[in-house]
């Protein structure tokens, strides 16, 4: 598989640069599609990036779901593991402890974030990009997750637009999303100064974009939506 530049979506060579000029990088053991992008990470996230996956993302999840993060990632692994898997907002990487994969893809807009995973999981293949412009071949991966990260971009349609075009048909993809419903998603959007979406927002992108949903399920303010790509 071949990247693609997330500008024009002309193949990117093997010094990567594409048919039109666009220039990327490759540098710290990951590709770099955002080296001239004034993209940057959440700084809180990146100031607790060393904690993130031991401490903070599990203990925020389970105090705001009463649900166990471990297990969310577990069920994840059964439902995604296949060959070519992509994990976007994959943060540290920790959805390559459950989901087998032969062509491994974690990608985040955060270098640092990109490095832990790369300590902890070198068979990764770790990429620097935008999740609303994946600079991923189209219908080329079989399974796509997304966790605790689409809630978080001006405009998640648009992502979810780009998990459909990248999956194969019949291909899976897993999100999970905090979504406007109660008094702890109130205080979370104002914690991370984000405009949250209702539900029906999420269901009416999945549907719009050529993916079935499977199946739906809440865990406090946070929804978790399993779905497939149309054949």
């Known amino acids: 598989m071949r990247f693609i530049c997330p500008y024009d979506g002309t193949p990117v060579n093997e010094n990567l640069e594409c048919e039109k000029g666009h220039k990327f ?6 590709y770099d599609f955002l080296v001239n992008s004034k993209v940057k990470g959440d700084a809180l996230l ?3 990036a060393p904690i993130y996956d031991k401490i903070w993302a ?9 649900y166990s993060y471990d297990r969310i990632f577990k069920d994840a692994g059964s439902f995604l593991s296949s060959r070519n898997f992509l994990d976007i907002g994959t943060g540290p990487g920790t959805i390559f402890k459950y989901v087998k994969c032969e062509y491994c893809i974690g990608l985040d807009i955060s270098t640092k974030f990109l490095l ?15 999740a609303t412009s994946l600079p ?19 405009n998640p349609s648009l992502a979810i637009k780009e998990i459909s075009r990248v999956l194969k048909p019949n291909g899976k993809c897993e999100i999970l999303v905090l979504v406007k419903s109660n008094v702890i998603s109130r205080l979370l959007s104002k ?7 209702h539900r029906d927002y999420y269901i009416s992108a999945i ?13 406090g303010p946070w929804l978790l939506l399993k779905c497939k790509k149309q054949a």
């Not at 832990?116 to 935008?130: G, P, Q």
């Not at 549907?207 to 865990?219: D, P, R």
């Open 207 to 219: 549907e719009e974009n050529k993916l079935t949903l499977l199946e739906i399920k809440k865990y």
């Open 46 to 48: 990146e100031r607790i």
């Open 58 to 66: 599990p203990l925020g999840f389970f105090l705001t779901s009463f």
């Open 116 to 130: 832990i995973l790369k300590k902890k999981f070198s068979h990764v293949i770790a990429v620097r990009a935008d």
């Open 25 to 30: 990088i490759y540098h710290d053991g990951m």
């Open 136 to 154: 991923i071949e189209s219908a080329s991966m079989d399974s796509v997750s997304s966790f605790l990260v689409l809630h978080m971009l001006n």
């Open 191 to 197: 914690w991370w100064k984000i405009e949250l979406r």
